[in-house]
């Protein structure tokens, strides 16, 4: 056939092609244009009518920027925004690694967050935020009937520099006190992300919780880029002093890096997948165990509630489908989606849009909706459901402040004290250890008496029934384990 025969065939399928396509270009640009009329209607009777001179820069400006936060509200995703120059700009020193906050750990209470501990070199510190003091307004928001997780990444946390004010309650004896307002600059944290049960009197933090059964115990309350390495350290010490279970605490653990929940995973993991990441557009990802670096395959529960996020549910659900450790507490927060940020190709900033979620080894999604249910799956179901009603929780939250109290006082070195026989055996810890299991904390007492169960010789208990305190089951069998 001749080139110009050809070239006169495709350029009739393209006609044709474009020709089919024209009356849906028309339909969607008339649609718009019948949108934004009403926009310009209302621009120009105010031009005409209202009784002083107008900015027309700053209405044009006012209005692009109204309709772009409407769109993005329409999509009823709390992780999808817009981002307006300034904001922008601010977004991208947290990103670039410049993240700041105050320096406290908070737990949310019907008043607000209450301060569990404090870092004793932060600005939290220098203004003298104490444990069991409740953060009432972040910035003029009420944070009360917010969830954890939007209070602390969306309001407490920002660009170092900035500043953040408070609203404080400080109860005593009983009474709330009167509300007292504190504007703090934020600063970079550096938070220990691993914590023990217990401080010693030298400052360092205790891991074993059970000194005659050798169970271990870690809390990790954010996965940051060191969360792994500091993991390493204190299992080494747990090892060498001979532990036999282990307790990963995730409860309160409102996420952080992909990365780390994926070095912490595979710390327990040999084979297997950690997770899966999956979009409408986005290609999907896998991530799988290593053997390499693997710890001993000890018998282990996670603590989740409903404050575990984003990361801790990773860590949580993998562990879970993949068999290796029971999982007690409470249903996760159910943050399991992927954002991506895109900029406008204006300069006036950016929007913020979910591409992706998060599935765990059994394929469940881990994100919740907006309009899910409490009877739809999402998040992380422990495999032993152990709910706290609100006399549990206040007996817990009260071991965690003197705890905090004994964080703000310890000395500011990262050095921890040797983990050696003669304090693993020493009176004074086990009592303190029995104090924090048998009275105050319902869900770790759970843990200990389900890995003591673990730990039992053969016909001695580890066959008979589930104790009263775990008595509650919840979410789908695990996988076989290892």
């Known amino acids: ?107 949310a209470t019907p008043l607000g967050l209450e301060v569990l501990s404090r870092d004793p070199n932060s600005p939290a510190a220098e203004a003298d935020i104490l444990p069991g003091d409740i953060i009432t307004r972040v910035n003029g928001e009420d944070v009360s009937k917010m969830p954890l997780v939007e209070a602390v990444n969306n309001l407490l946390n920002g660009p170092p520099g900035t500043p953040v004010t408070l609203v404080l309650l ?30 010693s009197a030298e400052g360092g933090w205790r891991f074993m919780l059970d000194t005659e059964q050798r169970i271990g115990y870690v809390r990790l309350t954010k996965f940051t880029h060191d969360a792994a390495q500091r993991l390493d350290e204190a299992a080494q ?29 595979d710390r327990f993991l040999e084979t297997g997948l950690i997770v899966r990441v999956s979009g409408r557009r986005a290609d999907e990802k896998q991530w799988f165990a290593m053997r390499d670096g693997t ?14 996020a984003s990361a801790a549910e990773i860590v949580a659900g993998a562990l879970r489908d993949n068999g290796r450790a029971a999982v007690v507490g409470e249903r996760s927060y159910g943050k399991g989606s992927v954002q991506e940020v895109v900029e406008l190709d ?40 152990v709910p706290m009603n609100d006399d549990e929780r206040r007996r817990w939250l009260a071991i965690w402040r003197e705890v905090g109290r004994e ?36 869900q770790l007492r759970a843990a200990v008496d389900i890995l003591l169960r673990r ?28």
Not at 295 to 308: A, K, Q, R, T
Request: aromatic share 6%; charged share 30%.
């Open 1 to 107: 056939m001749p080139k110009r025969n050809l070239a006169w065939i495709l350029v009739i399928a393209m006609i044709t092609l474009l020709m089919w396509q024209l009356p849906q270009t028309i339909a969607g640009r008339d649609a718009v244009y019948k949108a934004f009329g009403a926009l310009a209607d209302v621009k120009a009777q105010i031009r005409k009518r209202f009784v002083e001179d107008v900015d027309d820069e700053a209405l044009t400006r006012a209005a692009v920027e109204a309709g772009i936060r409407a769109m993005v509200r329409q999509l009823h995703d709390p992780y999808a925004i817009y981002l307006n120059r300034a904001e922008y700009e601010r977004f991208k020193s947290r990103t670039d690694g410049l993240f700041g906050g105050i320096g406290v750990d908070v737990w």
């Open 170 to 199: 400080r109860p005593r004896e009983g009474e709330l006190g009167e509300p007292r307002e504190l504007t703090l600059e934020r600063s970079v944290i550096h938070l220990d992300p691993i914590r023990g049960w217990s401080r």
């Open 237 to 265: 010490r747990l090892i060498s002093a001979g532990m036999r279970g282990l307790i990963l605490d995730l409860r309160e653990n409102t996420g952080g890096l992909l990365d780390s929940a994926r070095e912490v995973a």
């Open 295 to 308: 710890y001993p395959d000890l018998p282990m529960v996670v603590l989740i509630n409903g404050s575990s």
């Open 346 to 385: 204006d300069d006036s900033g950016a929007i913020k849009l979910t591409t992706a979620y998060y599935y765990l080894p059994s394929g469940q999604c881990i994100n919740r909706t907006p309009k899910a249910e409490e009877k739809d799956t999402w998040g992380v179901e422990p495999t032993v459901v």
């Open 407 to 442: 964080v703000a006082q310890a000395p500011t070195t990262r050095e921890k004290e040797p983990l050696d026989a003669a304090s693993d055996e020493a009176d004074p810890e086990r009592a303190a250890a029995a104090r924090i299991v048998l009275e105050g904390d319902t």
């Open 455 to 482: 730990l039992a010789p053969k016909g001695e208990g580890r066959d008979a029934e589930m104790p009263a305190s775990a008595a509650r089951t919840g979410g789908r069998p695990t996988a076989a384990g290892k």
